[in-house]
């Protein structure tokens, strides 16, 4: 351990080091990058369409977009689950059976996203009518959906490989991959969208490229000779293996999802309170939420394999340096990006909607409201992704069904009747209260059993 202890800062980096502050974080920098360009393929549609096509189609992208983003989870599932596995497989020291589970889950991320993108094609006009929509919101959420559909099988390859990038050491890759596809996003929207005018069309069109970049570049890389301790080849179905994904990334799964349907409840209220200039007004605050959020994503996605290969490796000490300073930066990050919201709550708002006052002015209100969330929720993400990574997706599970599902919903529908379009804003800030006490208690809990404190 010691001998990890001196190596350079400017040394290559790998899960078997031992990690100081700036160390931590340059592991995890690239995953956070890659996160907030993910992010960003909402926003960047949301910013274009706002401003050149039309309010109305603005509020119909922000409807359907949770249906996206919930197809797309099982991605995330699918990454993260895999890759508590396979890294604690290499800790281990079996890397041969580890790139063997980690071919299958890749190879089966293709497939499935095949079968659900068909199938989300197929029946998003009757799923956007359950969910509400109706006239020109319908026909307009469907356009959109059935375009960007076509990419979710590179989408949830991209999803998948964000994880696997960190495990095979290669963070910096699985980062250039990302920004390739943000930036053919942002070349694309401005191109179709600005330039040709193709509206809708030209805006989801523009994000499903850019998934297939995302997807397509790392499927490449690891077919590849190169030097990564990760290669695609020749597998078989380890059933048990996969189920175990599955359970131990359903925490991330029911994050995901949860969020999205949380999401689609909190649209069905502002449309009861506030119209279509309240779904414009979150909109907004969600977009720049997905960046803020996907920071806090991004830092534990880097340390989950860290987490992951030091459990497998039964180096408690290590275990112990992970979690004690992934919790301080956590919480200071999350101070920090509630002052940073604050600040940023009129010039993003007059960014995306200044051409409409009452819709400013409302968007700018919530923005203010939303912002103290943070405090809690870089915390609260990363006691979930923590057990993750320990392979307890049970706890990991129960702390992200709470958190995104039970408080959030139970908020958003209870605190409207006492406040009115206040309490849907300060709905998730009442959620993450919540959930901040039930991690704490999850992690007091099992501190002796892991040895993490």
């Not at 050491?169 to 401005?190: M, Q, Y």
Request: proline share 2%.
């Amino acid at each position: 351990m010691e001998k990890n202890t001196r190596v350079s800062t400017k040394a290559p980096i790998q899960l078997s080091d031992h990690f100081t502050y700036s160390r931590l974080l340059r592991f995890v920098f690239p995953s956070i990058v890659m996160m907030v360009f993910v992010s960003i393929y909402g926003a960047v549609d949301g910013l274009f369409v706002s401003n050149f096509v039309g309010k109305t189609q603005f509020a119909a992208v922000n409807f359907i977009f949770p249906l996206i983003m919930i197809l797309g989870a099982f991605g995330f599932m699918i990454g993260t689950g895999g890759t508590a596995i396979v890294a604690k497989t290499m800790g281990e020291g079996q890397k041969e059976l580890a790139n063997k589970y980690f071919s299958m889950l890749v190879y089966v991320t293709l497939i499935g996203g095949t079968v659900i993108a068909t199938l989300g094609i197929i029946f998003v006009p009757h799923i956007a009518r359950l969910m509400g929509a109706e006239g020109e919101m319908l026909e307009h959420a469907v356009l959109y959906a059935r375009v960007v559909l076509l990419g979710l099988p590179f989408f949830m390859l991209q999803n998948t490989f964000q994880n696997f990038f960190i495990t095979a050491e290669k963070p910096k890759i699985g980062l250039f991959v990302t920004v390739a596809a943000g930036v053919t996003n942002i070349i694309f929207d401005a191109l179709f969208v600005a330039v040709f005018q193709w509206g809708l069309v030209g805006a989801a069109l523009a994000t499903a490229l850019s998934q297939m970049v995302g997807g397509t570049v790392p499927l490449v890389y690891f077919f590849s000779k190169n030097t990564s301790i990760l290669r695609l080849g020749k597998t078989k179905l380890y059933g048990r293996v996969l189920l175990k994904t599955c359970t131990n990334g359903s925490s991330e799964l029911m994050s995901n999802i949860s969020s999205s349907v949380v999401t689609l409840l909190y649209n069905a209220q502002l449309l009861r309170f506030a119209g279509e200039d309240g779904i414009a007004a979150y909109g907004v605050i969600m977009y720049v939420g997905f960046v803020f959020i996907a920071i806090f994503i991004g830092f534990v996605i880097g340390a989950a394999s860290l987490v992951s290969f030091h459990y497998g490796a039964a180096n408690t000490d290590e275990l112990k340096n992970l979690f004690k300073k992934s919790t301080i930066l956590t919480s200071i990050g999350g101070a920090a990006m509630m002052l940073l919201a604050l600040a940023l709550a009129v010039p993003l708002s007059s960014l995306f909607v200044g051409y409409d006052q009452i819709l400013f002015e409302m968007t700018v209100k919530g923005f203010i409201i939303h912002a103290l969330h943070y405090l809690f929720a870089g915390f609260n993400i990363f006691g979930s992704s923590f057990f993750t990574a320990l392979n307890n997706g049970g706890i990991s599970a129960a702390i992200s069904f709470l958190r995104t599902l039970v408080f959030q919903c139970a908020s958003v529908l209870l605190l409207p009747i006492l406040l009115g379009l206040d309490g849907i804003w300060f709905a998730v800030l009442v959620a993450e209260l919540f959930t901040f006490a039930v991690t704490i208690t999850f992690v007091l809990a099992n501190r002796k059993k892991y040895g993490y404190a």
